[in-house]
């Protein structure tokens, strides 16, 4: 089993659909959470992160913890074809330094 | 503006080759990671380096090395052992500290020949 499993997708939406993307891990030892976007041939760019259960709003974008179910959620409103990208979800042990762990990454299609 | 450059973007391995790949940083930052990226897995940890002329194996080492001579400098070789070295290589960089989030170049796709 991996540590942390994330829907491959495509997602495919409409434009200015909510979407949700999700994570769930099975290591309560976690502590740490970051949403990551990647266009084709880029690298990850940094979304959000956050560190306690509960939501964190950042424009569009809002993620949200629940360390009681080891499940994470990025949530975007409105959204527009540049959204479309690969989400990853990373975590991190408190313990040990910097090392993160990503999950696979969801497709994400938005149309116009 | 500051930033990790990756280079090169694309490159070309013959068998029993060794290869280098470039990773530069001027954010002044301490503790630099490369990882490696297959279609439909996350990204995978193969050296990172907390301070200079320091580094640590992450979960797939073997067939790479690094040194870190510079701060600003992270090199990743891909050696002739790495029977498959096909993906997509990233580095990031991150300041010291915990809570300190990594941030990423655009990485250098690796294909064999």
């Known amino acids: 089993q991996k540590e942390v499993e994330q829907d491959p997708g495509p997602l495919s939406v409409p434009e200015g659909a909510i979407v949700s993307l999700n994570c769930t891990y099975s290591?309560?030892?976690?502590?740490?959470f970051m949403w990551y976007r990647q266009y084709s041939r880029k690298g990850p760019e940094l979304l959000m992160y956050t560190y306690s259960s509960g939501n964190k709003e950042d424009g569009r974008f809002t993620a949200q913890v629940d360390k009681s179910s080891k499940y994470i959620s990025l949530f975007i409103r409105d959204s527009q074809p540049s959204d479309s990208a690969t989400y990853l979800c990373?975590?991190?042990?408190?313990?040990?330094?910097?090392?993160?762990?990503f999950g696979a990454g969801t497709i994400l299609r938005v149309k116009s | 503006d500051g930033g990790i450059t990756q280079s090169p973007k694309y490159l070309f391995r013959k068998e029993g080759q060794n290869v280098t790949l470039s990773c530069e940083q001027n954010l002044n930052h301490d503790a630099m990671y490369w990882y490696r990226q297959d279609p439909g897995q996350g990204l995978r940890l193969i050296y990172y380096s907390q301070i200079v002329n320091d580094f640590q194996k992450g979960d797939i080492a073997e067939g790479y090395s690094v040194s870190r001579e510079k701060k600003e400098s992270f090199p990743l070789t891909v050696t002739s052992a790495q029977k498959n070295p096909t993906a997509f290589y990233l580095c990031?960089?991150?300041?010291?500290?915990?809570?300190?989030?990594?941030?990423f170049g655009d990485g250098t796709r690796l294909s064999i020949l």
């Open positions: 990031a960089s991150s300041s010291h500290g915990l809570n300190q989030p990594q941030h």
């Open positions: 990373a975590m991190r042990y408190r313990e040990y330094g910097n090392k993160l762990v």
């Open positions: 290591n309560s030892a976690f502590q740490y």
